[in-house]
């Protein structure tokens, strides 16, 4: 065996980026390289450790894949940086693109030219925030980069994301650190109605639809006006009637009709628009996509609180019943409009039956309100929830209700539960069928008592027919509409719960102003390393410094690790079973976050973390293997694709993957028809292809290996190596310098081959801490056949 050593010359630049300018060549004859491998006799095996093909070439991209920014700072500042050659001047166009936040209303658009000198890497862009007076759930909106000169653009990171944190409080800053049963109902339900007239973008149209409803009032005051015209003049025949006065009349008989008539069709348009409009759905639509967005930017422990079945209660029927309250609320107002025209005809033209005009709607207003105070309505949340969280653990643990033989069980527990939802839903409906019979029988009961002490003063001539009869149709379209008014203030009331509960979730703590610390952290420290240091982003180790972590209202795992690893390795994290090596990876992967310490990897790097358990879209097979790619796959894409399913034996997906592409499929709901002859092996490995295609930076794998026998395992890590070296699986060699160097960190169970690996993390005996250790194979390693 020997070694040989020598220098390889490069040109300028090869250190800025990051590139080695020197190389080890190992020659072996029968001895193998990695310990643990079964490298066949007289094979060469040749070692390569951080080499790269020198460029000048520019990299222009953005410093992370997402930038965050309080509302309330009033800007943000996006970092365009340039890798690899910078002897040269370069520029690229730079402009940014609405999201979920519009430009206008969370920011103010920008597209500038972002301009490098020679020897220069980082240039900043500011953008201005717009601080709104509402509350809204976390926004975000793009910054892209395009037309560069002198230099190409990031294969990635030519776009990112900006996130906009609303500092507020919903549904107004006044309800802060206010327990929710100590809020007035009757203020929170107004500045939930408020915040969804601004906040929705609905107001203009909530205005227009207040205003043409008013339109549906006055048609019915001039109906009845029209009403008493028609009996009092155009068909009365009292003394004084004249024959010749009847073609007069009919052209008057004309004249009412079409103002009966022609109304009716404007308005029949109007409700046309007001359909169109649909303040109510769209009002849900707002909620849903609320909820939805907070949910998504949740903490771990506020999920531990907001359960999968509350979050979906949340997003199907408390988003809609407080939806439809903001709608009662709006026809509300014609409703009140309608009592005050029938009233004020009564009082203008009946003042024997202003006692009917007053008393009506002031008995609907009191009977209300006790029914408010000493009737509490049945509640049917738990039944309901109790019945969803039978139903959603059927579904997810059906195999194992079924191996046990519990479906008998728990088909019984499913009828219980369900018979005590259905006798609080009957108790519910008696209770609203008795507390609106009150209400309901002052049409009849008013009605009559008007006929019975009205129709005297109509024999005796003290009052006209004409409004003796308009006059009664006014009382009991009073009655009708304080019938509607009466339920619409029920559907208020009963909308106050989804509004707490929408206002609970809303407030819960989400984990962005960690990500923005932790951002905006490795964005310092990058800066830091190349100012102070002078070390390129491809030189920037990945590294933990102090750091420890606490499970939430759990025991400590572990404290003060203190590990290192260069960019370019495989990383195998080794120890006992439940030693804390998943949350170490989690840490890493940056879904959870150490209680203490610091870790850093460098802003520009991608972080993909894949759970040991792959989870399958209800998509194409082709969008499953796809999601980490920044744009629709093309044809190059698909032939990277189909190698690297080669390479992990999926050939029988090949033809499902050409077939997804040549075609755009139709997303069904629920598992597709590619899904169902998949084995868990199969699941696993579109899980690993998943991964390789994105090509991150930093892949962090949870026991990618644990479901494969010995011989697919070194498959597996042989591929592994070759992403790490190829800096990208099954991508042209060649270009290999204008990629930045992978990362593969994954736990090891235990009896795995760590032969892959160029540096293992283990727990130390005591289980408080971790070692780092070179593998045996110090450099990453390359079989070429001899």
Not at 585 to 606: K, N
Not at 689 to 715: G, S, W
């Amino acid at each position: 065996r020997c070694l040989l050593s020598f220098s390889v010359a490069g040109r300028a630049g090869a250190e800025r980026v990051g590139m080695s300018r020197a190389m080890q060549l190992k020659v072996g004859d029968s001895e193998p390289l990695l310990a643990g491998a079964d490298a066949p006799p007289n094979e060469s095996t040749v070692a390569v450790a951080a080499v790269g093909v020198d460029t000048d070439q520019s990299v222009l991209q953005f410093e992370a894949p997402i930038f965050f920014a309080d509302e309330d700072e009033g800007s943000v500042r996006i970092t365009v940086i340039r890798l690899g050659g910078l002897d040269e001047c370069s520029t690229v166009q730079f402009f940014t693109e609405d999201a979920s936040a519009k430009a206008g209303g969370s920011y103010v658009a920008a597209a500038c030219e972002v301009s490098f000198l020679p020897g220069e890497d980082a240039k900043e862009v500011v953008i201005d925030l717009v601080q709104g007076d509402d509350w809204q759930a976390t926004l975000e909106f793009k910054v892209r980069l395009r037309d560069p000169v002198n230099g190409i653009l990031g294969a990635y990171l030519h776009t990112a994301r900006v996130k906009v944190i609303d500092g507020g409080y919903f549904p107004h800053e006044k309800f802060r650190g206010v327990p929710i049963d100590d809020i007035n109902s009757f203020s929170l339900l107004s500045e939930f109605f408020r915040w969804t007239f601004w906040a929705s973008g609905l107001g203009c149209k909530t205005c227009i639809v207040l205003l043409m409803d008013q339109l549906k009032n006055a048609y019915t005051y001039a109906q009845i006006l029209a009403n008493a015209y028609l009996v009092n003049f155009v068909c009365s025949t009292d003394e004084g009637f004249d024959e010749s006065s009847i073609p007069g009349r009919i052209e008057k008989a004309y004249v009412v009709s079409a103002v009966i008539i022609v109304p009716f069709f404007v308005l029949h348009l109007w409700d046309s628009v007001k359909t169109k409009f649909d303040i109510a759905g769209r009002a849900t639509s707002f909620l849903r996509a609320t909820a939805f967005r907070k949910y998504m930017n949740l903490s771990e422990e506020s999920k531990q609180t907001i359960k999968p079945e509350l979050f979906e209660r949340y997003v199907s029927s408390e988003a809609r019943a407080a939806a439809q309250g903001y709608a009662s609320a709006i026809a509300m107002s014609e409703t009140l409009g309608g009592i005050a025209v029938n009233t004020y005809f009564i009082l203008l033209s009946s003042p024997r039956a202003r006692g009917y005009a007053v008393g009506i709607p002031l008995f609907v207003l009191v009977w209300g309100w006790l029914r408010h105070i000493a009737m509490e309505p049945p509640d049917t949340t738990k039944e309901e929830v109790s019945v969803t969280r039978c139903m959603r653990e059927v579904v997810l643990k059906y195999e194992t209700i079924s191996s046990y033989f519990l479906r008998p069980m728990v088909n019984a527990d499913f009828v219980e539960r369900s018979e005590s939802l259905r006798g609080k839903e009957v108790t519910t409906s008696m209770y609203n069928l008795r507390t609106d019979f009150v209400v309901k029988c002052l049409g009849p009961v008013c009605t009559g008592l008007y006929i019975i002490f009205g129709v005297p003063p109509v024999l005796r001539g003290a009052q006209s027919l004409g409004a003796f009869l308009a006059t009664m149709g006014a009382i009991q379209s009073i009655c009708d509409q304080c019938v509607g008014g009466f339920e619409l203030c029920r559907s208020l009331a009963a909308t106050t719960g989804p509004v707490e509960a929408l206002t609970l979730m809303f407030n819960s703590h989400t984990d962005l102003r960690t990500w923005k610390a932790v951002n905006r952290a490795r964005r310092a420290t990058s800066a830091t390393l190349a100012r102070e240091k002078g070390l390129t982003r491809d030189m920037m180790p990945i590294s933990l410094s102090g750091v420890g972590y606490t499970i939430p209202e759990g025991p400590e795992l572990f404290r003060s690790i203190d590990l290192e690893v260069p960019q370019g390795n495989v990383v195998a994290v080794v120890g006992a079973h439940s030693s804390g090596k998943s949350h170490l990876l989690r840490l890493l992967a940056h879904t959870i976050f150490p209680s203490q310490g610091e870790i850093f990897v460098a802003s520009h790097l991608r972080i993909l973390h894949v759970a040991r358990d792959a989870q399958l879209l209800d998509r194409s097979l082709l969008e499953n293997l796809t999601l980490g790619l920044p744009s629709k796959p093309g044809p190059k894409d698909i032939e990277r694709l189909n190698e690297i399913l080669k390479d992990l034996g999926l050939h029988d997906l090949l033809q499902q993957v050409e077939e997804d592409f040549a075609c755009e499929t139709e997303v069904v709901d629920g598992p597709q028809t590619w899904m169902k002859a998949l084995t868990p092996t199969e699941v696993s490995l579109i899980g690993l292809a998943r991964a390789l295609t994105m090509n991150p930076e930093v892949m962090v794998l949870q026991k990618p290996f644990l479901m494969f026998q010995d011989e697919m395992t070194k498959k597996l890590g042989a591929l592994l190596v070759e992403h790490v070296e190829n800096r990208g699986l099954k991508l042209d060699p060649a270009t290999v310098s204008l990629r930045r160097p992978r990362t593969v960190i994954m736990s090891v169970a235990g009896g795995e081959t760590t032969s892959f690996a160029s540096a293992i993390w283990t727990t130390l005996p005591s289980g408080e801490g971790w070692s780092s250790a070179k593998a045996a194979n110090e450099l990453l390693a390359v079989r070429r056949a001899g």
